[in-house]
Structure formats: structure tokens, C-alpha cells
């Protein structure tokens, strides 16, 4: 049953202008317990439209957990190890002792800003990725970059010899029938997807339809950092994929003993640049008060800068899937006050 408090939760944030409107998906127990959409898709701006559950918005960094999944499916094949140096499926990369489980526990060292990049060329962007030496010893830090993920979509592609959004097809996207979601969507979709922001700066233009990371955008707009863009419902046939211990439609997508692998944290005995412990799995976030709030230990998630997130507890076989374009018309500095509205929502949650 719809829950009043998350309705007026969401409608306190547009009228905070925290974002100017978002599709809110909570499931326990694979009974869906709210699905709703809230707000316009630009405020009152000429060509704005009401959200519908089916509007479309750019995933930005929840790209990553893709990305992952991708690389620990392939894990699970043998096409990948996690101690395998990066350096085996991208002879390019200049930082040998780099591993698979660096990039992804966000460990590898490599510090870089990709947007700094964004008006080079794919291939130098590439260059100066892979010409890069460790800032840190690899797996004694962990410092939450795109370009670990980046090169993880590469290793992905060069593991299983295409091209990342058809990896991500195959692997992914075809078998849980997540139709909605896609990297560069087609022209015919552009009336459903909700604009990003008002790039006057760079772009000149309202960000509509194409990835709103820079990086991303200027890679062509398929990485393994950013560049999906999906539904709600679409989002939570993944969450179900990993509450259900990997299996899907009677397939075993992901082996069992993978998905507890990959959920368990790797990252608490690193130092962090804040000097407080920073919980990470294979690819996910874990226990982070910051916008999962009071969720129960063990439970994780993912965010993204255009405003998605992504919470699974999996204590109380719960999820919870937020989309936004909390960045239009202009994005701003962290904090980044949705995720207060997302650890309030996760809070409701657990009254299921």
C-alpha cells in the first residue's frame, strides 16, 4: 500500500526545490510496496512535463554497479579473476601492480579527475588514464574516483571481446528484460527522458538525452562510470536480481557465493582521505548513514550525481529505487541534499 509519508516526503523536496520531481519505487519481500511519480520533469520551465513512472532519467554513477555486475559475471565464467592485474586485459596501463579487486573496491590508487578531461579526445582521455602511476599503494586506500570504473568497463569489453553496451546486453540487460535501460538512447525517446541541467558553461545547451558527465560525454557516452539511462521499474528488476542471490527467471545469473562475496565489506581496514572507515563491497556501497541513514548493517547501495539512488537491505529483503534530476536546472555542490530525503524514505522502509 502507498505510504502517505513518502508522498509528502517527496512533495517537501520539490517544493524545497531539491529536485523537480522523481519516481519513487519501494519493494519487501517481492511484493511491490510503493510505486508513485511526483512533480514535473523542469519545474514550471517552457517544455516541461509531469513525471510518469515510466519517465526516464540518466543513472550517472549507478552506471557503476552495471559495470560491476558485468565484471563479476564474468568473474563467475572465468573470464575474469579478481587478482588479475588490469594490465593483462589493457596492455596500455602503465600501473602493473594494479588488480580487477582494486577497481572494484575503489582501491587501485589512481587519482584523476576525468571531468578535467572532458575536452580531449576519447582516445587521450584513454592515454592519460592508463599513463597514470598510483598516488597510493594500491589496496591501502580508497578514494571514490570514476576512472577505477572507467577502467573496469574497459577490462569488461576486452574480457569478453565486444564492446561494453553490448556486454552490458548480453549479460544483463536481455536477461532480466530491462528494456527501458540503455546507453545513448534513440531520438524516439526523448519526450520521456527527464532533462539533466542547464549546461551554459560547457555544453551551451540543456543536457537532454545524452549523459551528463562530462567524462562520459566526451568518451562517447558509453563507460563504465556513467552513461545508462533506465526507469524505475527497470532498476528494480536489478535490485531483485541481488536480493534474490543472483538468480533471475530461474537462471542462476550471478553465482550465490558471488553475490555474498561482492556484498560483504572490503574496505574498512583501508585509510580513506576523511580518516574514517569507508564501507565498500565488490562494486557497492555499504552502510553508509549518509543516505541510507538508519538502514539495517549489511545493507547497500549506490548513488549517482543527476540524482538516482539505489538502496537494498538485505536483512529485510527490502529495496528501494529513487530517480531524480535533483541537477536541473543547475547542479549543486555536496552535500547533496536528496539523500536526505532518501535516509528519511529508507527509514519508512523499515516499517515494513
Known sequence: MPSVRIDALAFDAITARIFPGAVVYAQHAG???HYAAYGTTMYGDPGSQPVVPTTIYDLASLTKLFTATAALILYDSGLIRLDDPVARFLPGLRAREITVRHLLTHSSGLDLRLSTLRDSSADAIRATAYALMP????????MYTN???MLLGDVV?????????SVMGELILGPLSMTETCFRPPAQLQSRIAPSEMDLEWRGSIVHGVVHDESAYALGGVTGHAGLFSTAADIARFATLWLQDGAWGGQQILREATVALAIRDHTSHMD???????????GWMRDRSSFMGEAPLGSIGHTGFTGPVLVLLPATHAALVILSNRTYPRRTPPPYPHHT?????????RAY
Open 147 to 149: 576512472i577505477g570504473s
Open 157 to 165: 569489453a576486452a574480457a569478453f571481446g565486444a564492446p561494453l553496451d
Open 31 to 33: 511484493r511491490v510496496t
Open 135 to 142: 598516488a597510493h599503494p594500491p589496496g591501502t586506500m580508497t
Open 272 to 282: 580513506t582521505t576523511t580518516g574514517k572507515p569507508l564501507h565498500s563491497g565488490l
Open 341 to 349: 530525503v532518501t535516509a528519511a524514505i529508507v527509514k519508512e522502509l
